[in-house]
């Protein structure tokens, strides 16, 4: 069975930058792309970006100056990185499996940016 | 980028009844690429609903979508108990997606 877990800080400064890591088990990383997708509290779903085995990436344009996202092939993980928070970039993040549509979601950790 | 409207924001229904969901794009999407997903509060997303009208593994068939280019629907043809939920569509174009804001299916 494929599952999915999100780990990292749940705290971030404003100006710093958030950094998650997604690991992948019961599957290997290295015959999907994968995503990151954010939801802020009691809103809707916005699709940050997704990244193929081989590096090959395709970011949110509305956040593609500030995110980062890379693979792990050794450890089967993918990471995000996203700088120059803000309170705005306060949500629970979800990393799933899937470029077009996404059919194996983690369940998602919160991140507050807060001084 | 296509911008995908839902409505209604909120139904209310009861259990057995038939929900009819709506999603309407902002420019033709193919059908290939839309889906649909059902989120419980505390929970991540679940997949139903891919390529318009394929239903996701083990989703149960009163679970149907149609629909194609700006239009398309999600029906629950008798909503069960755990059938209350939110429910949102997705779109892929141009190596970009989007997700609609969302519909409530509450309890009447």
Do not use: M
């Not at chain 1, 958030?18 to 916005?46: A, F, H």
């Not at chain 2, 083990?58 to 108990?81: H, N, Q, Y």
């Amino acid at each position: 069975q494929v599952q999915l877990q999100e780990s990292g800080p749940g705290l971030v400064k404003p100006s710093e930058t958030l950094s998650l890591t997604c690991t992948v088990s019961g599957d290997s990383i290295s015959t999907y792309y994968w995503s990151w997708i954010r939801q802020p509290p009691g809103k809707g779903l916005e699709w940050i970006g997704c990244i193929h085995y081989s590096g090959s990436t395709n970011y949110n344009p509305s956040l593609q100056s500030r995110v980062t996202i890379s693979v792990d092939t050794s450890n089967n993980q993918f990471s995000l990185k996203l700088s120059s928070v803000t309170a705005a970039d306060t949500a629970v993040y979800f990393c799933a499996r899937g470029w077009v549509y996404f059919t194996y979601w983690g369940q998602g950790a919160l991140v507050t940016v807060s001084s | 980028e296509i911008v995908l409207t839902q409505s209604p924001g909120t139904l209310s229904l009861s259990p057995g009844e038939r929900a009819t969901l709506s999603c309407r794009a902002s420019q033709s999407v193919s059908s290939s690429y839309l889906a649909w997903y059902q989120q419980k509060p505390g929970q991540a997303p679940r997949l139903l609903i891919y390529g318009a009208s394929s239903r996701a593994t083990g989703i149960p068939d009163r679970f149907s979508g149609s629909g194609s280019g700006t239009d398309f629907t999600l029906t629950i043809s008798r909503l069960e108990p755990e059938d209350f939920a939110v429910y949102y569509c997705q779109q892929y174009s141009s190596s970009q997606r989007t997700f609609g804001q969302g519909t409530k299916v509450e309890i009447k």
